[in-house]
RNA sequence: GGAGGGGUGGCCGAGCGGUUAAAGGCACCAGACUGUAAAUCUGGCGGCGUCAGCCUACGCAGGUUCGAAUCCUGCCCCCUCCA
């Protein structure tokens, strides 16, 4: 497969990154010839990154390791605007404070993977320059050159025009303003691609007409697919919701549990895409077969969390796991931890609120269905009465009592003195 | 501006005065079977509650009624057709 010359080309087509890109062979030529600056633009609606955006993530991380330069935009100014795109409710609008916040809380999630410091990856945010725009002047100078003709080709545009689902003017304006930021970041950074996930072709492909019209630069486009499982469901949700990148919204543990759950049939696309083992080594975990791709999961998860995380907290939640799921005592460490103070456990504490505090289950409503249903467990023992209490006695001496719900979800509760 | 249709739980979608915490599907959780997989089958799936109950919910605000998601009034939003 000598599609590509470039090594970032190649690396991502070899790993099944490659959807759509607007012209290959320039693409490939820009990556011989220079160090090629490239971005992918970030939502600012949440305080952190999820494995939804991990493909992209993952982009960035090889463009920098080849020897590139990547470029992360948060959308400060998009965000100021409001997503109209989800339906009824108009979306409260984020205060300059959450935003703020938000962008700090990407920035660390982004910063496991990618190296910012000097010289290295980029952090823009395109407040910057929406922030300054001025109605009149913008349209004069870019309206013009992008027609509504053209625009309502786009596949996104297009879906919604047909199915006679409404499409605000505000919504349609996205694609200008992405177009936009596209043409701003290729004037100040001299940034040439943009990547993005399958749905963002139809915004990347305006700014790359756009760049042409206006400026006459050539720029490129590359779209990575939308991931789904095997199975066809949407990648990246538990009990919790998303699979969070931060350590504080979901542990390394449960995180490392993530990957080791994925379907048999997702092992080697996801050891492609979401770990940078050689592929050599990825085809000789994808053969086995049986219960022995096991071994190829317990990889994914190790090297998955690994990169979000670091060896330490990865190492931590596979012997966590060991300790957990294949019995023999190792460290349960990494297993989330809910102190409750000596005091109250004397009291007695209901155990179904303990689930709850324990991020088990959602609400005490839960636990006692949870138990109902025979899929609670106190170290390992089925708990039959829903309104058990948590008395000292159940810890017999030892600081640490184990709660399960179900066979895959654990929190420790350790008594505290007080 | 005019006429009609509509806003139901995470999503889709029934219900159109009581027996409706609201059919059915999807998603999700648990149990069984396994390999911490998939498929399948079973159960669950608003909150609180030591279980007797209580509270909140069918766009929003009022009203009619013993009783409202269901009827009435006003408001907001969406869709279709006409201008």
């Known amino acids: 497969m000598a599609r590509f010359r470039s090594e970032f080309l190649r690396i991502l087509d070899e790993r099944g990154f490659i959807y759509q890109c607007t012209d290959p062979e320039g693409l490939d030529e820009l990556f011989l010839r220079e160090r090629v600056t490239a971005y992918v633009g970030y939502d600012c609606t949440a305080d952190s990154l999820h494995v939804g955006h991990l493909l992209t993530i993952m982009m960035l991380r ?132 943009q990547m993005g996930g399958s749905d963002q072709w139809g915004n990347i492909v305006c700014g790359i007409e756009l760049a042409h019209k206006k400026d006459r630069i050539r720029l490129f486009g590359l779209t990575c697919p939308l991931l789904t499982t095997a199975s066809g469901a949407k990648m990246g949700k538990t009990v919790k919701g998303a699979v969070w990148l931060d350590p504080q919204k979901l542990s390394p543990f449960e995180y490392w549990q993530f990957w080791r759950n994925t379907e048999d049939a997702d092992v080697g696309r996801f050891l492609r895409l979401f770990t940078e083992l050689p592929l050599a080594e990825i ?88 138990i109902r249903g025979g899929g609670a467990r106190l170290d390992g023992l089925r708990i039959g009465d829903e309104r058990l209490l948590l008395r000292p006695e159940h810890f017999d001496g030892r600081s640490e009592i184990q709660l399960s719900a179900g066979r895959k979800r654990h929190a420790r509760v350790r008594v505290v003195e007080g």
């Open 62 to 193: 090889w463009l920098q390791r080849t020897g590139h330069r990547p470029v992360a935009l948060v959308g400060g100014g998009t965000t100021k605007v409001g997503d109209p795109s989800g339906k009824d409710e108009t979306r409260r609008l984020l205060s300059e404070e959450e935003i703020e916040r938000n962008k700090r809380g990407i920035l660390e999630s982004l910063s496991r993977f990618l190296d910012f410091s000097e010289g290295g990856a980029l952090l823009v945010d395109n407040a910057t320059w929406l922030d300054e725009l001025r109605y009149i002047p913008f349209l004069r100078e870019y309206g013009r050159h992008l027609t509504v003709n053209r625009m309502l080709g786009f596949e996104s545009v297009r879906q919604r025009l047909e199915r006679e689902q409404p499409l605000t003017f505000l919504e349609f304006n996205y694609m200008v303003m992405q177009a936009y930021d596209f043409l701003e970041l290729a004037r100040r950074h001299g940034c040439r691609l």
């Open 283 to 370: 085809a000789r975990l994808e053969r086995l077969e049986g219960a022995e791709i096991n071994e190829a999961k317990k990889v994914l998860a190790f090297e998955a969390t690994r990169l979000a995380h670091g060896e330490a907290a990865a190492r931590r939640a596979a012997e966590a796991a060991r300790a957990l799921f294949e019995g023999g005592g190792g460290d349960v460490a990494a297993v989330p931890v809910l102190e409750v103070s000596r005091s109250e456990l004397v009291r007695g504490i209901p155990v179904v609120e303990l689930f709850t505090r324990a991020g088990l289950t959602r609400s005490n409503g839960e636990a006692r269905r949870l």
